[in-house]
């Protein structure tokens, strides 16, 4: 049995859908978009259930990419029943969408969500009464407290198991509305798609001109989904491909063209049809709502009566940000430092297992310096990350990322972004990767586009902490922070720049709407919040340890090979020589290339690769930046800091990117826009420098 | 002479037709939600332009007829956050700029009366 989970954005679909599924879930892509696909498999009384979660959506149309999944998953899949939930403090808006569902899929079940928060508002609503009005049966949930959903479960199944398909409650339709869906039905009354979908419905969107109506698909791909492996919850990767199989164009051409003369053209009636709706959930609804006007604030007034607050809201967002990056960061290190002594242990273990064993040296070296290294910098990195995603999820849930939106609008509305990219783009401080996945929440794909591609201008953690050693030693005193600022604010210009550019390239000529909804606030489960931050964690790990172990190799061999010649006669040391006609207008040496080169798999080890290129063996990232006093003017140091924090953070934000962009295109384009805009920076900034009069 | 019943409402109809029936509170400039002060409330009437933005506007519940109240106004020409029907949107300047809003609760015949 098939069973899909609609409604709004923020109504608890997940709360239920983590509840039934747990972590049985597989968590992947919808075929072609960048929208995260959500299914699992139930068991009740032998009855297997596939439960699909469809992005919270506030309309069928088919202008957004959550709104054409969701319709196409029921018209080409065609669900047993389906599950709609619904908020009961907003009802009407909610009622909209199951209207339309209605319309679709007979076989409804409305989960009625948040009855006490709703209670909060002074609004109550009668089920029995909705249930009639609708003629759907409607089960009363408190998702957040797991109350009801199995009712609701079983509910769904009984109804998908009726022998026919119940009768839905028809939409009164002004007259000269009326007249014309009618015309239109008995055009389509006799065709093949008339038998297998409501005659209404077809009606309704014919006159529409519904590209999607007349087409048929089917399936191109058997899918492991049958498969049983119940143990990959995550990334399945793009699931189900279709393929056009054919279209039949229907009949009513010339009605349209008639009614089109008449000045009835398609936007007229998708504007006549949402407003008859509404208007017709607004004639029902005192049958089943009472709303008192309580006197008494709620919750969220009271809570965003300082959260929004001009003189308050501010603050509190530092606050916050604060807590979230001194929790990901900075608490998170001693795990992170755990698990780099880990690794090391490890390594050493393994080494000497391999040396009892007479295993030649260079795989020795290979073992402890490439592999263990390389891969152990990027592990002991998860922790921090997982925490951040963590923190992430706490805020999406409990409505406060919506408020942070809100007061970073303006900032963002400078650059042509939402107001949704504020924390992404904030999150870069702490570190590219979950700042390109934060982009998730914004609807836009090409919004979503440009602020990934930003992102990595953003200096995070690890290039600020080796940019504060750089600067301490080439600039002591209060220049220091001076030099810091400066270099922070052509990072902050460039983004700036860099956002109202890639909307030219990106071709994003209608600004996209921040019309947006500020839910109700409260506290999210625990269930809520784990469960999307592991998976979020393991997909990034699954995808990037391929490419991280590579790279490692790489870098170790090049700076191995050949073996028993100083650095700059090795692999590596060679191919700063090569790379330094790039470097050379920078003032840059072989060794500065070497290390940008090699900081483009992490930039943690940036230091320590140039202590080795300067001949230091130290550990500590002050003696290193010390012993670069001695070989470069300040000028040089301050032109490979701009380079340095501009260019590609590291792989991991390239992978990340590819991931949530899924298209190679733009990710390379990406890339090559980091470089050449960093090096182009450095040129002004060394040519510029050196013209003031510096050295 | 009294003004009778029959006759004022010709009137009216003739000040109507004048006006081109657009209920305005003043009979020269439409309302636009970004005008409100926090507090305030009023009706949808209209919303200017189309598109995507028109679209979801409607998706979101601001459709003719509905009761907006505005909550409060993010600073430096930030959002306005508005409440509809019991649930709460944020909305750029820009874009409340397009909603043509009228005072709820009073007929058109009233205020033409009052304000002209």
Same mark, same amino acid.
């Given at each position: 049995?098939?069973?899909?989970?609609?409604?709004?954005?923020?109504?608890?679909?997940?709360?239920?859908?983590?509840?039934?599924?747990?972590?049985?879930?597989?968590?992947?892509?919808?075929?072609?978009?960048?929208?995260?696909?959500?299914?699992?498999?139930?068991?009740?009384?032998?009855?297997?259930?596939?439960?699909?979660?469809?992005?919270?959506?506030?309309?069928?149309?088919?202008?957004?990419?959550?709104?054409?999944?969701?319709?196409?998953?029921?018209?080409?899949?065609?669900?047993?029943?389906?599950?709609?939930?619904?908020?009961?403090?907003?009802?009407?808006?909610?009622?909209?969408?199951?209207?339309?569902?209605?319309?679709?899929?007979?076989?409804?079940?409305?989960?009625?969500?948040?009855?006490?928060?709703?209670?909060?508002?002074?609004?109550?609503?009668?089920?029995?009464?909705?249930?009639?009005?609708?003629?759907?049966?409607?089960?009363?949930?408190?998702?957040?407290?797991?109350?009801?959903?199995? $009712?609701? !479960? *079983?509910?769904?199944?009984?109804?998908?198991? &009726?022998?026919?398909?119940? @009768?839905?409650?028809?939409?009164? %339709? +002004?007259?000269?509305?009326?007249?014309?869906?009618?015309?239109?039905?008995?055009?389509?009354?006799?065709?093949?798609?008339?038998?297998?979908?409501?005659?209404?419905?077809?009606?309704?969107?014919?006159?529409?001109?519904?590209?999607?109506?007349?087409?048929?698909?089917?399936?191109?791909?058997?899918?492991?989904?049958?498969?049983?492996?119940?143990?990959?919850?995550?990334?399945?990767?793009?699931?189900?491909?279709?393929?056009?199989?054919?279209?039949?164009?229907?009949?009513?051409?010339?009605?349209?063209?008639?009614?089109?003369?008449?000045?009835?053209?398609?936007?007229?009636?998708?504007?006549?049809?949402?407003?008859?709706?509404?208007?017709?959930?607004?004639?029902?609804?005192?049958?089943?709502?009472?709303? $008192?006007? !309580? *006197?008494?604030?709620?919750?969220?007034?009271? &809570?965003?009566?300082?959260? @929004?607050?001009?003189?308050?809201? %501010? +603050?509190?967002?530092?606050?916050?940000?604060?807590?979230?990056?001194?929790?990901?960061?900075?608490?998170?290190?001693?795990?992170?430092?755990?698990?780099?002594?880990?690794?090391?242990?490890?390594?050493?273990?393994?080494?000497?297992?391999?040396?009892?064993?007479?295993?030649?040296?260079?795989?020795?070296?290979?073992?402890?310096?490439?592999?263990?290294?390389?891969?152990?910098?990027?592990?002991?990195?998860?922790?921090?990350?997982?925490?951040?995603?963590?923190?992430?999820?706490?805020?999406?849930?409990?409505?406060?990322?919506?408020?942070?939106?809100?007061?970073?609008?303006?900032?963002?509305?400078?650059?042509?972004?939402?107001?949704?990219?504020?924390?992404?783009?904030?999150?870069?401080?702490?570190?590219?990767?979950?700042?390109?996945?934060?982009?998730?929440?914004?609807?836009?794909?090409?919004?979503? @586009?440009?602020?990934?591609?930003?992102? +990595?201008?953003?200096?995070?953690?690890?290039?600020?902490?080796?940019?504060?050693?750089?600067?301490?030693?080439?600039?002591?005193?209060?220049?220091?922070?001076?030099?810091?600022?400066?270099?922070?604010?052509?990072?902050?210009?460039?983004?700036?720049?860099?956002?109202?550019?890639?909307?030219?390239?990106?071709?994003?000529?209608?600004?996209?709407?921040?019309?947006?909804?500020?839910?109700?606030?409260?506290?999210?489960?625990?269930?809520?919040?784990?469960?999307?931050?592991?998976?979020?964690?393991?997909?990034?790990?699954?995808?990037?340890?391929?490419?991280?172990?590579?790279?490692?190799?790489?870098?170790?061999?090049?700076?191995?090979?050949?073996?028993?010649?100083?650095?700059?006669?090795?692999?590596?040391?060679?191919?700063?020589?090569?790379?330094?006609?790039?470097?050379?207008?920078?003032?840059?040496?072989?060794?500065?290339?070497?290390?940008?080169?090699?900081?483009?798999?992490?930039?943690?080890?940036?230091?320590?690769?140039?202590?080795?290129?300067?001949?230091?063996?130290?550990?500590?990232?002050?003696?290193?930046?010390?012993?670069?006093?001695?070989?470069?003017?300040?000028?040089?140091?301050?032109?490979?800091?701009?380079?340095?924090?501009?260019?590609?953070?590291?792989?991991?934000?390239?992978?990340?990117?590819?991931?949530?962009?899924?298209?190679?295109?733009?990710?390379?384009?990406?890339?090559?826009?980091?470089?050449?805009?960093?090096?182009?920076?450095?040129?002004?900034?060394?040519?510029?420098?050196?013209?003031?009069?510096?050295? | 002479?009294?003004?009778?019943?029959?006759?004022?409402?010709?009137?009216?109809?003739?000040?109507?037709?004048?006006?081109?029936?657009?209920?305005?509170?003043?009979?020269?400039?439409?309302?636009?939600?970004?005008?409100?002060?926090?507090?305030?409330?009023?009706?949808?009437?209209?919303?200017?332009?189309?598109?995507?933005?028109?679209?979801?506007?409607?998706?979101?519940?601001?459709?003719?007829?509905?009761?907006?109240?505005?909550?409060?106004?993010?600073?430096?020409?930030?959002?306005?956050?508005?409440?509809?029907?019991?649930?709460?949107?944020?909305?750029?300047?820009?874009?409340?700029?397009?909603?043509?809003?009228?005072?709820?609760?009073?007929?058109?015949?009233?205020?033409?009366?009052?304000?002209?």
């Amino acid at each position: 049995m098939k069973i899909a989970l609609v409604g709004n954005p923020n109504v608890g679909k997940s709360t239920v859908f983590n509840a039934l599924t747990g972590s049985n879930q597989q968590v992947g892509n919808w075929a072609g978009k960048t929208v995260e696909r959500k299914s699992g498999i139930i068991q009740r009384a032998t009855q297997e259930i596939e439960l699909v979660d469809l992005p919270g959506t506030y309309s069928l149309t088919a202008y957004s990419q959550e709104e054409i999944i969701t319709r196409e998953y029921i018209l080409r899949e065609k669900p047993d029943v389906v599950m709609a939930m619904v908020d009961a403090s907003n009802i009407e808006r909610n009622l909209y969408l199951v209207l339309q569902v209605l319309e679709l899929a007979p076989r409804v079940v409305v989960g009625l969500n948040m009855m006490d928060l709703a209670q909060t508002t002074g609004i109550t609503i009668r089920t029995a009464e909705l249930a009639s009005a609708l003629n759907v049966p409607v089960v009363e949930i408190v998702a957040a407290k797991g109350k009801g959903i199995e $009712e609701f !479960l *079983t509910e769904a199944i009984r109804v998908g198991k &009726l022998e026919q398909d119940p @009768l839905p409650i028809e939409v009164s %339709y +002004p007259d000269e509305l009326e007249q014309r869906i009618q015309a239109m039905e008995a055009l389509l009354a006799g065709t093949a798609w008339a038998a297998k979908y409501p005659l209404r419905w077809l009606a309704l969107k014919r006159l529409e001109r519904d590209p999607e109506i007349g087409q048929e698909w089917k399936r191109s791909t058997a899918l492991s989904r049958k498969s049983k492996n119940k143990d990959s919850c995550c990334d399945s990767g793009d699931a189900v491909n279709y393929e056009l199989q054919e279209t039949t164009v229907l009949p009513g051409e010339e009605l349209l063209r008639a009614y089109e003369a008449e000045g009835w053209g398609k936007d007229h009636f998708e504007m006549a049809f949402a407003d008859a709706k509404y208007k017709y959930i607004s004639q029902i609804l005192p049958r089943f709502r009472t709303h $008192e006007n !309580l *006197t008494k604030p709620t919750w969220t007034d009271l &809570l965003d009566g300082w959260v @929004l607050s001009p003189i308050w809201g %501010y +603050p509190i967002m530092l606050v916050v940000l604060a807590i979230v990056f001194w929790g990901s960061f900075v608490a998170s290190a001693p795990i992170g430092g755990a698990v780099s002594q880990a690794m090391a242990w490890a390594a050493d273990v393994l080494v000497r297992l391999l040396q009892w064993g007479h295993v030649p040296d260079f795989v020795q070296s290979l073992v402890r310096d490439g592999i263990f290294a390389g891969v152990g910098a990027v592990l002991a990195f998860v922790p921090q990350i997982a925490i951040f995603f963590a923190f992430f999820s706490f805020m999406q849930d409990s409505g406060y990322l919506a408020r942070a939106a809100f007061l970073g609008d303006r900032f963002m509305q400078l650059m042509g972004l939402h107001g949704k990219s504020f924390f992404s783009l904030v999150s870069g401080f702490g570190c590219n990767v979950p700042g390109i996945m934060a982009t998730r929440t914004l609807e836009d794909p090409k919004d979503r @586009l440009i602020t990934m591609l930003i992102n +990595p201008l953003i200096p995070c953690v690890p290039r600020l902490g080796v940019m504060s050693a750089v600067v301490a030693a080439f600039f002591p005193g209060s220049r220091g922070s001076l030099v810091m600022l400066s270099l922070l604010l052509i990072s902050m210009i460039l983004v700036m720049f860099s956002a109202l550019f890639l909307r030219r390239v990106v071709k994003q000529t209608e600004r996209s709407a921040f019309v947006m909804e500020l839910p109700l606030y409260h506290i999210p489960t625990l269930r809520n919040v784990l469960i999307p931050t592991w998976h979020k964690t393991y997909s990034f790990l699954k995808r990037a340890w391929t490419f991280i172990l590579a790279a490692s190799i790489v870098v170790w061999a090049l700076s191995s090979y050949p073996q028993g010649v100083p650095m700059s006669a090795t692999w590596a040391g060679k191919m700063g020589g090569w790379l330094a006609f790039i470097g050379g207008p920078l003032g840059f040496d072989w060794r500065i290339m070497v290390a940008i080169v090699f900081g483009f798999t992490a930039k943690e080890t940036t230091l320590s690769t140039l202590g080795i290129l300067y001949g230091v063996a130290a550990d500590a990232s002050q003696s290193i930046a010390q012993a670069m006093t001695g070989a470069m003017t300040p000028l040089r140091a301050y032109t490979f800091l701009v380079v340095y924090m501009l260019y590609i953070p590291c792989l991991a934000s390239v992978i990340t990117t590819y991931k949530e962009s899924g298209s190679l295109g733009w990710t390379s384009f990406g890339v090559a826009y980091n470089l050449i805009l960093s090096f182009a920076m450095g040129w002004i900034v060394f040519h510029g420098g050196l013209a003031l009069g510096f050295q | 002479m009294l003004l009778t019943n029959e006759i004022s409402s010709q009137l009216l109809v003739i000040i109507d037709i004048e006006n081109d029936y657009h209920p305005k509170g003043d009979c020269t400039m439409e309302r636009f939600l970004g005008d409100l002060k926090p507090g305030e409330r009023a009706c949808v009437e209209h919303i200017k332009g189309g598109g995507a933005l028109r679209r979801r506007m409607m998706d979101m519940g601001i459709v003719p007829g509905v009761e907006l109240e505005v909550v409060r106004c993010a600073p430096w020409g930030g959002p306005l956050q508005v409440r509809l029907k019991g649930y709460y949107l944020a909305m750029r300047r820009g874009e409340c700029a397009k909603i043509i809003v009228t005072d709820s609760y009073q007929e058109p015949i009233e205020r033409l009366l009052a304000s002209c």
